[in-house]
């Protein structure tokens, strides 16, 4: 998705995809090549070793207005590829490369747009498919083009999926609307102290639930009353 964000719970949806989700592309991808879940990784590492220009494959998408996206026919061109090309010995890496190259290519033209047609200069990335080298790479690369810097991008680790998204909000919330409200709610010491830890060490997997269970409890002390 590309999503307009003024602040916390401040969203705006500009663009999504109309199918398959950039993630499950890359799954999808990689499972028809017989490489491994998840698939994004497993399809960025055959990439290193291939070319990305053996296979034009489309940009789905990129001829017509809007900032929606559509994979499925990224897909298809791909399972055509393997299934009609004959073998070599670099074929699945070239193919992976080559897919890449599309999909990297259709995301960073879509954001191009989204800046050009919103005026914002700042672009985050977020979700799995932004750990990805080539399109972090590329990325920076169309913004010095453009004279712009896309920063704000969360740590490589928070590139895992949404849950950094959702768990910042829940934290957000919980330390801004709820606990002040019930200071003397029935929270445990660990919980608590996260109110003042900055977000990025928070929101770790256990933190994150910790955080929520922070709201919850809160919450609940609310409705007793």
């Not at 989700?21 to 799954?27: C, L, N, Q, V």
């Given at each position: 998705q590309?999503?307009r964000?003024?602040g916390?719970?401040?969203?705006?949806?500009l663009?999504?995809?109309?199918?398959d989700?950039?993630?499950?592309?890359?799954?999808k991808?990689a499972?028809?090549?017989?490489?491994?879940?998840p698939?994004?990784?497993?399809?960025a590492?055959?990439?290193?070793?291939?070319?990305?220009d053996?296979?034009?494959?489309?940009?789905?998408?990129?001829?017509r207005?809007?900032?929606?996206?559509?994979?499925?026919?990224?897909?298809t061109?791909?399972?055509?590829?393997?299934?009609q090309?004959?073998?070599?010995?670099?074929?699945?890496?070239?193919i992976?490369?080559?897919?890449?190259?599309?999909?990297?290519?259709?995301?960073?033209?879509?954001?191009?747009?989204?800046?050009?047609?919103?005026?914002l200069?700042?672009?985050?990335?977020?979700?799995g498919?932004?750990a990805?080298?080539?399109l972090?790479?590329?990325?920076a690369e169309a913004?010095?083009?453009?004279?712009?810097?896309?920063s704000?991008q969360?740590r490589?680790?928070f590139h895992?999926?949404t849950?950094?998204?959702?768990?910042?909000?829940?934290?957000?919330?919980?330390?801004d609307v709820?606990?002040p409200?019930?200071?003397?709610?029935?929270?445990?010491?660990?919980?608590?102290a996260?109110?003042?830890?900055?977000v990025?060490?928070?929101v770790d997997?256990?933190?994150?639930?910790?955080v929520?269970a922070?709201?919850?409890?809160?919450?609940?002390?609310?409705?007793?009353g």
């Open positions: 590309l999503m964000v003024d916390i719970g401040r969203y705006a949806l663009g999504e995809s109309i199918d989700a950039a993630g499950e592309a890359f799954d991808v499972k028809m090549l017989g490489l491994n879940y698939g994004g990784p497993a399809v590492r055959m990439a290193l070793d291939g070319r990305d053996a296979f034009k494959f489309p940009r789905p998408m990129l001829d207005p809007g900032l929606d996206f559509s994979f499925s026919g990224l897909k061109a791909v399972l055509t590829a393997r299934q090309t004959a073998d070599y010995p670099n074929k699945t890496a070239d992976c490369a080559s897919f890449e190259a599309a999909a990297v290519d259709t995301l960073i033209r879509k954001c191009i747009r989204a800046l050009q047609e919103t005026g200069k700042r672009l985050v990335l977020a979700g498919v932004s990805n080298k080539r972090r790479a590329d990325l913004g010095r083009a453009r004279d712009e810097a896309f704000g969360p490589q680790a895992m999926d849950n950094y998204r959702n768990a910042r909000e829940i934290f957000d919330y919980a330390r709820i606990l409200l019930v200071p003397d709610a029935d929270i445990p010491n660990a919980v608590r996260t109110d003042v830890e900055p990025d060490r928070v997997g256990s933190g994150a639930g910790a929520a922070a709201a919850a409890a809160a919450a609940a002390q609310l409705l007793r």
